[in-house]
């Protein structure tokens, strides 16, 4: 079984850029989609971008063109590229993946704490 576990979590301005990693126990080749997800406080978890192994990738709507999700076969490691962090992003984002569409979501991080000030 594939563990994954994130990192580049923190605190940071609004404004202000984080990148978050997802780096896989193994390969991460057989996984369709990686994804990651976000909870705030109070707050149900919500999808925020995932990515195809052919590199297809998917966003919503609050963090289009501020985000961008990659993955690295090679490595075995998926990215959150976080640009122009709001208040609004605060929250514990968690890596996640499926093997295929039609299966749930199987695969699960511990999550990592990301805070923007204002």
């Known amino acids: 079984q594939v563990q994954l576990a994130e990192s580049g979590g923190g605190l940071v301005q609004a404004g202000g850029s984080l990148r978050l990693s997802c780096a896989a126990s193994?390969?991460?080749?057989?996984?369709?989609?990686m994804g990651w997800y976000r909870q705030a406080p109070g707050k149900q978890r919500e999808l925020v971008a995932t990515?195809?192994?052919?590199?297809?990738?998917v966003y919503t709507d609050p963090v289009k063109g501020r985000f961008t999700i990659s993955r690295d076969n090679a490595k075995n490691t998926v990215y959150l590229q976080m640009n122009s962090l709001e208040p609004e992003d605060t929250a514990v984002y968690y890596c996640?993946?499926?093997?295929?569409?039609?299966?749930?979501?199987?695969?699960w991080g511990q999550g990592t704490q990301v805070t923007v000030s204002s």
């Open positions: 996640a993946g499926r093997r295929a569409p039609i299966l749930p979501w199987s695969y």
């Open positions: 990515i195809t192994r052919d590199g297809r990738t």
């Open positions: 193994g390969s991460i080749i057989g996984i369709n989609t």
